[in-house]
């Protein structure tokens, strides 16, 4: 139950804003394009992502100006499922804000982020930290505490504008900007990944629940 009395998952919730990723895939992670049929380019993936929330909500709960940081390990195609996950939600986030992402971040909240509640088989913990999300120029860059330090940028194109695979049915959004790392360092819940120069990418988003 919900403090208004509202069951969980029948909540009305929306998110825009930014999302940044990294994984250990070389060159360009897979998913994008296949959906998850087929398995990361080292047959496993681990990885991190950084969310950006320029306006949101959870009901009467405002989640705009908040970041979120995620924590991703898949054993093998994404579509199978298995993962284990952590969230990092922004500590200027009071609790009915905590709460809200926690529900949203876990896929308990439906909608877009559902998936998670399939997928994710072992959920690490969600815990408040300081999530910096900063853009300069195209770069942008995540900072949680001491847990994820990472930089991506676009990968560019003919004339120099970014590579943008467009139309697509990746869960994330249709248009996934091509990026790399330039730096990807991890230290947290016992993993020491270190994914500089790897696979990334940067989607504009737009997701919403509990229906789609």
Request: proline share 4%; glycine share 14%.
């Amino acid at each position: 139950m919900e403090m208004d009395g509202t069951q969980l998952g029948q909540v009305e919730w929306a998110i825009k804003g930014e999302l940044i990723l990294n994984c250990n895939c070389t060159v360009f992670c897979p998913c994008v394009v296949s959906l998850g049929d087929h398995p990361p380019t080292e047959g496993y993936c681990m990885g991190w992502a950084g969310i950006r929330i320029d306006s949101g909500n959870y009901g009467d709960v405002d989640l705009s100006g908040l970041n979120v940081g995620l924590l991703l390990e898949i054993p093998g195609r994404m579509g199978r499922g298995n993962w284990k996950a952590a969230a990092y939600i922004d500590d200027r986030s009071d609790d009915a804000a905590f709460e809200a992402l926690c529900h949203i971040f876990t896929g308990a909240a439906k909608g877009t982020t559902g998936l998670f509640k399939m997928l994710v088989s072992e959920f690490l913990g969600a815990e408040r930290a300081p999530v910096t999300f900063e853009t300069e120029g195209n770069k942008r860059r995540l900072i949680v505490g001491k847990a994820i330090k990472g930089e991506v940028e676009p990968v560019p194109g003919k004339g120099g504008a970014d590579q943008v695979i467009t139309n697509t049915n990746y869960w994330m959004g249709p248009d996934i900007t091509v990026a790399k790392a330039n730096v990807a360092k991890v230290r947290a819940f016992g993993r020491v990944w270190d994914f500089d120069g790897k696979s990334a990418e940067i989607c504009q988003i737009d997701w919403k629940g509990p229906g789609r």
